[in-house]
């Protein structure tokens, strides 16, 4: 058995974390609404201004899940798998990149560096220490029976627990969802396609 | 028991898995130089195919090779609901639609070869092929599917040879994986699948084992591998404790190599603190460069090569060590009695991801 015990909305004007709202959108200002959410919440890990918004948005989820879910920390670096997915892989910033050497005169090797979109696994995992097992999917729509079946697989291979996320970032329109899933549950709901589908929501599509 | 099989490749070096061993055996390369293919005209050495059209290249190569590869097997597997297609790639279809490079490709596989499931990209930079085959192996061994057919394929662009320019990572000659002079990777461009199967007899060509795999993030940089190779290492031990291997167990090493001064570096520090250094290993990447999300399926599918013929294949490029950890790196081809292999992959993102196969 096994459990999802915390998890975060981001769309292009909300942000949520177990349903709650965190952080309302100021259409007035001059922040993107991910570096909102960042200063409103106080996080301090500058090598977020360098991130591209997919990264940006995995950072947020993920730290906003910790906090709901302080026990993490007493895993083991190994025992934390990461499974996440996405339908526009990293278009955002291949397209930024391309323009960058099309019209902008030279190829930006720190654009580049964000042009796959398991790079967000790789932010996630350098500020977590986390060791474990990745996995990023490109899906035309967010499959709730890929994401049960496939973090169970994990979980059977020795993970304890599985950071699971959708990601769809495009341009302006953001779809995030990354939900927790453990063996062990305090008051968490059990892991399964239909419990999966209703916290998802209609938002993600 | 989990079999693997059926593995084909149509690279610059030829349009089946045949002409490409054969190719390897004479040690020639795809690789040649490009004029003023690189930033700003500059000349650059890559592995790219001459004689393919570029319109709709990507969704071309993929659909001939799963028509190679259907007569190698029982053909009703293909549209069954018990199996699964996964497709390994980082950039896909790119120079056709940026804002969707998978999209259409895996439209026209479904409808073309009836799929009944959904098809499932793995995009996770250059470890991609290594984990779609260690996926497709999870999904069977927990029942899932029956059957899986694993695709890799990447093509050169302007952008990923660009990107790779700007990051000063592009080699000036061919590239020397783990060799003293090497500075930097070859792109390549190609196409690979090997099928994964619990039944043996879908196989026209009898199949061989493949062993659970494992990955690991290094938990260090986005872009630069680990010093001390713990991605790798973390990666390697546990897929040969899940398989209670030791080292003396594995008889060849299909390295990733790409001839950067970092990477092979990094690789050579985790086999030696793997006590891997006296398996005989080689890197593929200096007769097909580094065909990005199909590399791994490539050179698994050369090593599965390596596996039928008992034979151990030079890594092309390599003269003088270049490493701190010295590896028994292949010098020239020679047989050899081979039953355990090793794959590995690290790539962007912290990724390593490793694979066993056996000849059973």
Not at chain 1, 70 to 97: H, V
Not at chain 2, 3 to 26: Q, R, T
Not at chain 2, 296 to 312: K, P, V
Not at chain 2, 338 to 360: C, D, E, V
Request: hydrophobic share 40%; charged share 20%.
């Amino acid at each position: 058995m096994s459990f999802i015990t915390s998890y975060c909305h981001i769309t292009s004007d909300s942000c949520l974390v177990n349903g709650g709202e965190i952080a309302t959108r100021d259409l007035l200002s001059n922040d993107s609404w991910l570096k909102q959410i960042y200063k409103s919440q106080e996080f301090v890990y500058p090598k977020f201004y360098k991130m591209d918004s997919l990264s940006q948005a995995g950072f947020i989820a993920s730290e906003l899940i910790k906090r709901a879910q302080p026990n993490l920390s007493a895993y083991k670096d190994e025992e934390i798998a990461m499974l996440f997915g996405n339908q526009y892989s990293s278009a955002d910033s291949d397209i930024r990149f391309k323009k960058s050497y099309e019209e902008h005169g030279a190829p930006s090797p720190a654009l580049f560096v964000y042009t796959l979109p398991n790079i967000v696994l790789g932010e996630i995992a350098i500020l977590n220490k986390w060791f474990g097992e990745n996995l990023f999917v490109v899906l035309p729509k967010f499959a709730p029976d890929f994401f049960v079946s496939y973090a169970k697989i994990l979980m059977s291979k020795g993970s304890e627990a599985v950071l699971c996320g959708w990601l769809g970032i495009w341009d302006e329109q953001i779809n995030v969802f990354l939900f927790l899933v453990e063996k062990q549950g305090n008051a968490g709901m059990e892991f399964n396609v239909g419990n999966l589908h209703k916290l998802a929501g209609l938002e993600v599509v | 028991m989990i079999y693997i099989g059926a593995e084909e490749i149509i690279s610059p070096l030829g349009k089946s898995v045949e002409k490409n061993f054969s190719a390897i055996l004479e040690n020639r390369t795809g690789i040649s130089v490009a004029d003023r293919a690189g930033f700003n005209g500059d000349s650059v050495y890559i592995s790219n195919f001459l004689d393919l059209s570029e319109k709709n290249k990507f969704e071309n190569l993929i659909v001939a090779i799963l028509d190679q590869v259907i007569i190698k097997i029982d053909e009703r597997i293909v549209s069954s609901a018990r199996t699964i297609v996964l497709l390994s790639s980082t950039k896909g279809d790119l120079d056709n639609n940026i804002n969707d490079q998978f999209g259409k490709t895996i439209l026209t596989l479904a409808t073309r070869y009836y799929l009944a499931n959904q098809p499932i990209v793995v995009s996770n930079a250059c470890i991609s092929g290594v984990l779609a085959i260690n996926t497709a192996g999870n999904f069977i061994k927990a029942g899932l599917y029956d059957h899986a057919i694993v695709i890799g394929c990447d093509l050169i662009s302007d952008f990923v040879l660009f990107g790779f320019q700007s990051l000063f990572a592009i080699s000036s000659q061919p590239c020397m994986p783990f060799d003293a002079s090497r500075n930097g990777i070859t792109m390549g461009e190609g196409c690979g699948v090997v099928v994964v199967s619990n039944s043996e007899v879908v196989f026209n060509e009898k199949p061989l084992k493949l062993l659970p795999g494992t990955s690991a993030n290094d938990a260090n940089h986005i872009s630069g591998p680990s010093r001390t190779g713990e991605g790798l290492y973390r990666s390697v031990k546990r897929t040969m404790e899940m398989n209670n291997l030791f080292s003396a167990d594995i008889d060849f090493i299909s390295a990733h190599g790409t001839g950067t001064i970092y990477n092979d570096e990094m690789e050579s520090i985790a086999f030696d603190r793997l006590d891997l250094t006296h398996a005989p290993l080689n890197s593929l990447k200096g007769y097909f460069g580094h065909t990005l999300g199909a590399a791994g399926i490539i050179e698994t599918a050369i090593s599965m090569q390596m596996l039928r013929n008992q034979i151990l294949i030079k890594s092309l490029g390599f003269e003088q060590t270049g490493t701190s950890k010295e590896l028994n790196i292949i010098k020239e081809n020679k047989p050899a009695e081979l039953r355990m292999i090793l794959k590995t992959a690290s790539g962007f993102g912290g990724g390593n991801a490793s694979l066993l196969i056996q000849k059973p």
